[in-house]
């Protein structure tokens, strides 16, 4: 029975879908195969060889590591403070960013290079710049040595420029047209920027949290001064990793690396369900 003699009879005609094709030339097709054996052997490869030895020893051994006191206090202290940071920059990063692409002021190109600072200081030197500022010295009276604030600082500190650098050329490229166009409709500052200007951004935002995140439970090197590395209190887990290291530990460093992998791959998945909701919602 054709298509014709089925619409006639009122039953719904299934129409097929078009094949997925590919476009890619044969240099486009090396260009890929190259890009994927460079992903692979800098990140994929790594990462399973990590995941690998952490199953080395079976799940009472990863389980027994992860569920250590200490190794678990460095993780909670580690995650919960990439998590506040993250919330922080989130809405300072856009508020920064929306200062310098729409306002004009004495002194926009040096603040330009300030926020870059922490891309271009070492780690180490980032502590010792924070060290001087907020030590037992510091000339601001603040004394944050061997303090949980101090993790939540240096974890500030280096990742400052990320959501900055993510909503600013987005919101640089922004037409203000759509912009007057709302408020001509009658809506309100705030209703354009929920609902015209934020749908916009909110790509950029999550980008930059999940870069920011990711970079704060990576931190090292500026708190080695800061924090003191207290067990319990000021251990974050990059230092709890380099003891199992330096204690001929691999199989445990690699379980409590496993744990941080996980965990930034929940973020990433979570900040992506927001990005959607938010956008399609916009």
Known sequence: MTSVSLEA?????????????????????????????????????PLCAVVITAAEGGWAAFWTTITNEQTSAAIKLTVSQAALVTLVNVVMGTLIAWVLVRDHFWGKGLLEILIDIPFALPTIVAG?????????????????VNTRASVFLAFLFVTLPFVVRMVQPVLAELEKDVEEAA????????????????PALVPAITAGAALSFARGVSEYGSLVLLSGNLPFKT????VRILGSIENNNVAAAASTATVLLLISLAVIVLLDVIQRKVSKRG
């Open 128 to 144: 010792l710049v924070l060290l001087s500022l907020y030590g037992r010295d510091s000339p601001l009276g603040f004394d944050v």
């Open 9 to 45: 009879a009122g039953r719904p005609v299934r129409k097929r879908r078009p094949a997925l094709g590919t476009n890619l030339t044969a240099t486009s097709g090396v260009g890929l195969g190259v890009a994927m054996i460079w992903f692979s052997l800098l990140v994929l490869i």
């Open 183 to 198: 408020a001509s409709l009658g809506a309100g500052k705030l209703t354009t920027f929920r609902r015209v200007i934020l």
């Open 235 to 238: 251990e974050v887990t990059s």
